[in-house]
């Protein structure tokens, strides 16, 4: 069974830049996550949705930053325009279910953002 | 407020040491799950364990074995008769038991970075 994929694996980009990146998550499963992986620090969450909803993005900076996941399968986060401090590994993973019932996540390899 | 101490920033073993990776974590619910992640060089989050707050049985597998204590919220992990694949950053990582809104998200520690050398 194939993984979470994500691509591209690296980006640089020059701030100011817009950029995406696309995920598509285990096939089957319903919950999607998008997390923020800062140098030297774990994963943060920064928007979950279940199927084709939104559920949480209360950390997701609304400002530059917005998800879609049209279908309800693969998804894409988009930064626009990019700044310094959006360097970092964007993590996707994925759950099956929306229930609290599948507990384990499941992540891809991540894009690692460069941005100078 | 939920929360998750790795105070081991890094360490640094010879291969065949055993090794013990702390974890603490802050909650407030009765309910509860604890997980390790690795995550190899190569990027990916691999998982590892998942305890719920109702199991403190602690748990072996091959060179593996975690050590969950709720008198002391800790949740340790560790690896014996290390070996160089062994190298990595490894995550202990929170999650309530409810569901909705955001509730149910993982809450991740900084990860403690183990260098196992030959």
């Known amino acids: 069974e194939a993984g979470v994929v994500q691509s591209p694996r690296y980006k640089i980009i020059e701030k100011k830049q817009p950029v995406a990146f696309w995920c598509n998550p285990i096939s089957g499963h319903n919950t999607l996550y998008w997390y923020r992986q800062n140098l030297g620090q774990g994963p943060e969450l920064l928007i979950r949705y279940e199927n084709e909803e939104a559920v949480d993005d209360s950390q997701l900076p609304k400002d530059r930053f917005s998800a879609e996941r049209l279908k309800g399968v693969d998804s894409t986060l988009k930064i626009q325009p990019a700044e310094l401090g959006d360097s970092a590994v964007y993590l996707c993973?994925?759950?099956?279910?929306?229930?609290?019932?599948?507990?384990?996540?499941?992540f891809g390899p991540g894009t690692r953002l460069t941005v100078l | 407020a939920q929360k998750v101490t790795q105070a081991q920033t890094e360490i640094s073993v010879v291969e065949k040491e055993d090794v013990t990776l702390d974890c603490v974590y802050e909650?407030?619910?009765?309910?509860?799950?604890l997980f390790w992640y690795k995550q190899p060089p190569s990027g990916e989050l691999v998982f590892l364990i998942r305890r719920n707050s109702f199991d403190e049985q602690n748990e072996i597998s091959g060179r593996y074995s975690w050590n969950f204590q709720k008198s002391t919220s800790s949740f340790n992990f560790t690896i014996t008769a290390s070996q160089v694949v062994d190298s990595a950053v490894y995550f202990c990582?929170?999650?309530?038991?409810?569901?909705?809104?955001?509730?149910?998200?993982?809450?991740f520690g900084k990860g403690t970075k183990l260098s196992v050398k030959p």
């Open positions: 990582a929170l999650r309530d038991m409810n569901y909705g809104g955001s509730q149910g998200n993982l809450i």
């Open positions: 909650t407030r619910d009765t309910t509860y799950y």
């Open positions: 993973a994925s759950r099956a279910g929306t229930s609290g019932r599948s507990i384990e996540q499941f």
